[in-house]
């Protein structure tokens, strides 16, 4: 064996060693999304104890885990968690289903484009606080216009962005499933979905962080129960901690939402060869 292949191999050992050292000390993927929440409650509470930051305007965190705490145990967080579950879903699903529908519909047809999109459009600049006092004189402060407030919002995100989708085909393949003579649905189901899944399902992650959005504005114009309820009816006796608490529930449940699609995305997407950084 000759001088050079001994400084090779000796090479190769030590870039394995650094490597599996590397290994070891990389933590886990799941692990990193949580340094910087646990950084800043840490450096939250320690503001706490030492008084620097009013304990009335922004409670610790062991005040806030206190206060979920007991409206865990005493019933309230399950029933105001079930009944914004329940219009965030409903609002969701009419609203989106409305969308996807109508994203394909002027997605295919130039005419439905042309007659349908511009109104759509001219719709989706209007603010949707906006159209708050219409929605009460129209249907009350019922269950129904909460529901409607939140489809109107999950409706416009998957609409344009279905649209898009639809809209960005590549042309080729159409000319091929002419070729092919593909009917009506095998056109709409091997060209036009899966050419469009990217986008549907990049606007169905902007609709389900728009319902509940939309949710906490909703609950605060006349509700008897919901996180937003919640949130309004803290406020009104000053509770900080129970305000806190609603904050962070939107968050938890607006998070695990969007975890829930993009674990579909990455089901539905496999074949899809983008950069992952």
């Not at 886990?28 to 999304?33: C, H, I, K, R, V």
């Not at 649905?185 to 060209?191: C, Q």
């Not at 169905?204 to 319902?211: E, F, K, M, Q």
């Amino acid at each position: 064996m000759s001088t050079n292949d001994v400084t090779l191999g000796s090479k190769a050992g030590e870039k394995q060693t650094v490597i599996g050292r590397e290994r070891r000390m990389r933590l886990p993927n799941w692990l990193y999304g949580w340094m910087v929440p646990v950084i800043v409650l840490a450096l939250w509470e320690a503001a706490s104890a030492l008084g620097l930051v009013s304990d009335s305007a922004l409670p610790a965190p062991s005040r806030i885990a206190a206060a979920f705490w007991q409206l865990c145990s005493n019933g309230d967080m399950a029933e105001h968690l079930m009944m914004s579950a329940i219009r965030a879903g409903g609002g969701f699903l009419l609203g989106a289903a409305t969308g996807l529908l109508l994203g394909v519909f002027t997605g295919l047809g130039k005419w439905a484009e042309r007659t349908l999109d511009p109104s759509i459009q001219m719709l989706r600049t209007v603010p949707l606080l906006a159209v708050i006092p219409l929605f009460i004189l129209w249907f009350g402060v019922g269950e129904f216009s909460k529901v409607l407030l939140i489809a109107l919002g999950s409706f416009f995100p998957l609409y344009f962005h279905t649209h898009l989708g639809v809209r960005s085909a590549d042309r080729k393949l159409y000319e091929v499933t002419r070729i092919l003579q593909y009917s009506k649905l095998m056109l709409l189901t091997r060209l036009i979905i899966p050419a469009a899944l990217p986008n549907i399902l990049l606007g169905i992650r902007l609709s389900v962080g728009a319902s509940w959005l939309l949710l906490a504005v909703a609950e605060m114009m006349g509700a008897s129960a919901g996180v937003g309820y919640m949130i309004q009816d803290a406020r009104v006796y000053a509770q900080t901690d129970i305000v806190f608490v609603g904050i962070i529930l939107f968050a938890l449940v607006g998070k695990l939402s969007d975890s829930a699609v993009r674990l579909a995305e990455r089901r539905c997407l496999r074949w899809s060869n983008t950069y992952k950084g």
